[in-house]
T-cell receptor
């Protein structure tokens, strides 16, 4: 069965610090990869996605992620976080004919 | 606004009550999903419908009963729930096999079982 792991349960950063959240998945075939963000009290919204093509994907709000097929990874990065980035971040994978599989989430707290 | 609308946003129900959660999307998607989000647990997929047909029931107890009358609407009927069923119930939709594979989520229904 497919699975998605996220390395960190809770990350605490100061404003302007750089962010990298790890995501690894277990599936050897073609994958679609996603990062979702859930701000407090709000719905899950898509930050970015990898479908095909350039493995470095840029999303909204200055986020980017890099798909490294050999490492089965899709890490999320942001060079300088803001207090408003405080949220829970979910990595997800989808393969053809299968359902979305979500990681357990990483809570990010940004201190002003 | 995500294009996926869930009602009600909050629901408190007793263990003997019967209630229903509603989800509606007008994005033209043909797949709809129910997820359960509990504190400190990963998102749990409950049910999947593709073209109104249920294609996944992820070992969900029978006290949860889904219904998909058409490709735009999805219901989750609840009866004789337990306190541990208290959670955020999320509906999502997607268009598999297209250039937009991502799932769009509703705001969720916060359910409390007392």
């Amino acid at each position: 069965a497919q699975s998605v792991s996220q390395h960190n349960h809770h990350v605490i950063l100061s404003e302007a610090a750089s962010l990298e959240l790890g995501c690894n998945y277990s599936y050897g075939g073609t994958v679609n990869l996603f990062w979702y963000v859930q701000y407090p009290g709000q719905h899950l919204q898509l930050l970015l996605k990898y479908f095909s093509g350039d493995p470095l994907v840029k999303g909204i709000k200055g986020f980017e992620a890099e798909f490294i097929k050999s490492k089965f990874s899709f890490n999320l990065r942001k060079p300088s976080v803001q207090w408003s980035d405080t949220a829970e971040y979910f990595c997800a994978v989808k393969t053809y004919g299968q359902n979305f599989v979500f990681g357990p989430g990483t809570r990010l707290s940004v201190l002003p | 606004e995500t294009g996926v609308t869930q009602t009600p946003r909050h629901l408190v129900m007793g263990m003997t009550n019967k209630k229903s959660l509603k989800c509606e999307q007008h994005l033209g998607h043909n797949a709809m999903y129910w997820y359960k989000q509990s504190a400190k647990k990963p998102l749990e997929l409950m049910f999947v419908y593709n073209f109104k047909e249920q294609t996944e029931n992820n070992s969900v107890p029978s006290r949860f009963s889904p219904e998909c009358p058409n490709s735009s609407h999805l219901f989750l009927h609840l009866h004789t729930l337990q306190p541990e069923d208290s959670a955020l119930y999320l509906c999502a939709s997607s268009a598999p096999g297209t250039g937009e594979p991502e799932a769009f989520f509703g705001q969720g229904t916060r359910l409390t079982v007392v």
